[in-house]
Every structure is written in C-alpha cells, then in structure tokens.
C-alpha cells in the first residue's frame, strides 16, 4: 500500500471509530476527541488517556492503552486493520481495553 491510500484508509478507520466513540461516550462515561491527527479517550474515574495515531512509517495504526501498545496492521483480504496475532479490529481492540479500564463489558 502506497502513503496515500495508507493515510486515507487510517483516516477512514479513526473516524469510523471516533463516531462510535462518540456515540457511546455518555454511556461509558468517557470523552473522544480527534484533534491533529490523533484519537484520544479520556476517563475521569478512573482516570487516564488512550490514544490512537497513525504512524506512516510502518504504515500501522498505533493504539495506547492500560499501559499496553498496540500496533494494528493493514489486512488486504479483510481490508481492515488488525492486530497481528488475534485478529482483533480496532472497534473491537478499543471495546476490549475501554471494558477493561472500566470493569464493565462495552459495545461500540
């Protein structure tokens, strides 16, 4: 994949995960926001801060979270992002690591 399609397909990819965010943010009890180019949600209790970038250089979208980073690789066959390994999407990783901070199961 050359830069640019790298750039748009992670761009379509934070953006279809900010509006989901969004969606479920007075749910959960957490605040997206997309600014610059990364994704961040931020929790008051208990506190902390994930964040989601793109990182051009190794064309990978790059998730920190509960003290874990996470690096997703583009998937032709199911053209998505995935975490090499278990497959995970990012709705599905960022689900996973918001359910754990809180201790409640989450669905976006």
Known sequence: MDDTAFRTQAENTIDSLFRRLTAASDRYGFE????????????????????????????QIWVSANVQSFKL????????????????????????????????PVTL
């Open 73 to 104: 690789e583009w998937n032709p066959t199911a053209s998505a992002f995935e975490l090499p390994g278990t497959g995970q999407s990012l709705d599905q990783l960022m689900a996973e690591a918001i359910g754990k901070h809180l201790g409640e």
């Open 32 to 59: 997206p926001d997309w600014n610059g180019g990364a994704l961040t949600v931020e929790f008051e209790a208990p506190p902390a801060k994930f964040v989601v970038s793109p990182n051009s250089p190794v064309q």
